[in-house]
Nanobody, 118 residues
Framework: VQLQASGGGLVQPGGSLRLSCAAS????????LGWYRQAPGKQRDLVAT???????NYADSVKGRFTISRDTAKNTVYLQMNSLKPEDTAVYFC?????????????WGQGTQVTVSS
């Protein structure tokens, strides 16, 4: 299983970035996909998730600014981030979760750094 995240970088406040996470080795359409972030010295927190049928969930801090989406044909999940704030600075991780015969499987990608600074 491999989840390859990309798209991070340095952006000014108010700017936008789009993160991508390409998955392989999983049945993409059976996984809930998510983005999490971890700032220095803090725990890893949920940013957004999207279920196989397209239902989304967002952290309150990003509602209205971030959009999660998935492209099953490309086995890729995206996070469009608009109106970025300095407090969005963190390492962002993608995640895939599924439950099969009562066993939960969780896979993580490597992080991609997002820095929001002027």
């Amino acid at each position: 299983v491999q989840l390859q995240a990309s798209g991070g970088g340095l952006v000014q406040p108010g700017g936008s970035l789009r993160l991508s996470c390409a998955a392989s080795g999983i049945i993409f359409g059976r996984n809930t996909l998510g983005w999490y972030r971890q700032a220095p010295g803090k725990q890893r927190d949920l940013v957004a998730t999207i279920t196989p049928d397209g239902r989304t969930n967002y952290a309150d801090s990003v509602k209205g600014r971030f959009t999660i989406s998935r492209d099953t044909a490309k086995n890729t999940v995206y996070l469009q981030m608009n109106s970025l704030k300095p407090e969005d600075t963190a390492v962002y991780f993608c995640n895939a979760e599924t439950t099969t015969y009562g066993t939960k499987y969780v896979n993580w990608g490597q992080g991609t750094q997002v820095t929001v600074s002027s």
